[in-house]
């Protein structure tokens, strides 16, 4: 019965995440992790998260995260979750409760161009660019500490661009400068966190 789908591929799940109730939602959630079912898709492919997401419904997103649920899934359109709250400004839905990380945060561990153009497209996004995680790092302190990621640079620019700021301080008192690695793509992240090339 819990992997049942109607016409348009809904389980209860799905229905239930739609009609913002919680706590049927995390019962049913709590049944379909157990038989590997959080993740079943409707006919547009989404998953009980991505509605939830949409929906800008964090109480349960946080739920489904709990239990499991995917965080990567693609809809038809090829939207995650991080898509769909980069189009929607829904900044804080997906947050992380054991680190704190925001969707700004999860984009920044990818140097994720597509997703960092929508959020900061986003009119709010000065709000939320120096948020930090619970150990203190923002954005900024994420992506200067990648290994010589392709997007690294031009992540950096972009965030700072927008308000980054790269006198935040994390938890250990370091900068995002502290956080660069050697090489040739450090070098140039350096450049860019002293306020060099940022809008070149």
């Known amino acids: 019965m819990l ?3 109607d016409g348009d591929g809904d389980t209860f799940l ?15 959630a709590t049944k379909m992790a157990r038989c590997g079912s959080l993740d079943m898709k409707e006919h547009n492919g989404q998953t009980a ?12 997103v946080r739920d489904l995260l709990e239990h499991g649920a995917q965080i990567n899934t693609r809809d038809l ?9 980069a189009e929607k400004g829904h900044f804080l839905s997906l947050q992380d409760l054991k680190s704190g990380r925001t969707c700004l945060h999860m984009a920044s561990e ?16 000065l709000s939320f660019i120096n948020v930090k995680t619970f150990s203190g790092n923002t954005a900024l302190h994420i992506v200067s500490s990648l290994q010589n990621h392709k997007t690294q ?10 308000g980054a700021d790269p006198s935040t301080r994390n938890f250990e008192n370091e900068l995002p400068c502290h956080l660069v690695t050697d090489g040739p793509v450090g070098d140039k992240v350096r450049h860019v966190l002293k306020g060099k090339y940022v809008h070149a």
């Open 153 to 162: 640079v031009e992540a950096v620019k972009l965030l700072m661009r927008n």
């Open 110 to 125: 990818e140097a994720n161009m597509e997703l960092f153009n929508l959020f900061l497209d986003q009119s709010s996004s």
């Open 49 to 60: 998260l991505q509605i939830a997401t949409a929906t800008n419904q964090h109480l349960i």
């Open 77 to 85: 359109w090829g939207r995650s979750p991080l898509h769909v709250c």
């Open 14 to 28: 799905h229905i239930a995440v739609a009609k913002g109730r919680r706590a049927l939602v995390y019962v049913l």
């Open 3 to 5: 992997n049942m789908q």
